[in-house]
């Protein structure tokens, strides 16, 4: 699976747009990204995830960019409780699906 | 059905005693992982199950790891002999399909003395 890069934390104002950058410059055509996120003392959540197309879901939108190597994790409206660690995968869609969890970005949303 | 539960959420041991961890993952999910966490990093895979078969297993899973998943539907994960290296958050997840995000539980974490 490809390697990701992600910037280590990122600040949010409480009611904006947060909006995570990851870079996966080598990810393959059958290769899928993935974002999770954990908050503090909790086991990862799935957020969303796409291949080529952007998409978007209850709790985010996912913007990948027409060459595939980098896409963004958009919260549209930033809450406290969305200060947590967001980790952005590459998988393969092939078999033996283990996520490979680099460092993520930690969020921090300010009042 | 809620989630993926485990239990204990909190097990502390003395070096050198066994412990095992129970999983249950969402009823229909065929596909079981399990991850362990240490302070400050993400979480690293240890292996992986469908229905009962184990088919992966991470370099990181020494002999004094095992992990079962008899009938297909919870799972265990058994450390002998701890170490104080075992020290960390054992997580379970499942899925149901490929390209299905991973619902993951909250985590046993273990403290070795």
């Known amino acids: 699976d490809a390697k990701t890069t992600q910037p280590t934390s990122m600040d949010c104002a409480e009611g904006r747009a947060a909006n995570l950058p990851c870079n996966h410059s080598t990810i393959s055509g059958n290769e899928y990204v993935y974002w999770y996120r954990q908050i503090h003392s909790q086991g990862p959540q799935y957020i969303i995830h796409?291949?080529?197309n952007n998409e978007t879901n209850e709790m985010a939108s996912l913007i990948i960019t027409e060459d595939r190597k980098s896409s963004t994790l958009i919260l549209p409206h930033a809450t406290l409780r969305d200060t947590a660690v967001y980790y952005c995968i590459a998988l393969n869609s092939g078999s033996a699906r283990q996520l490979t969890f680099g460092s993520g970005t930690q969020l921090t949303v300010l009042p | 059905d809620t989630g993926v539960s485990q239990n204990p959420r909190h097990k502390i041991t003395k070096r050198g005693q066994n412990v095992t961890f129970r999983c249950d993952p969402i009823s229909e999910h065929n596909r079981l992982y399990w991850y362990r966490q240490t302070l400050g990093q993400g979480p690293e895979f240890l292996t992986y199950?469908?229905?009962?078969?184990?088919?992966?297993k991470s370099r990181l899973l020494s002999d004094r790891f095992s992990a079962e998943r008899p009938k297909g539907s919870f799972s265990t994960l058994e450390i002998q002999r701890t170490e104080q290296g075992d020290s960390a958050m054992y997580l379970c997840?499942?899925?149901?399909?490929?390209?299905?995000?991973?619902?993951f539980g909250s985590g046993t974490r273990l403290t070795v003395v």
């Open positions: 199950f469908q229905n009962e078969a184990q088919l992966e």
């Open positions: 997840a499942s899925s149901l399909k490929q390209d299905y995000g991973y619902t």
């Open positions: 796409g291949l080529k």
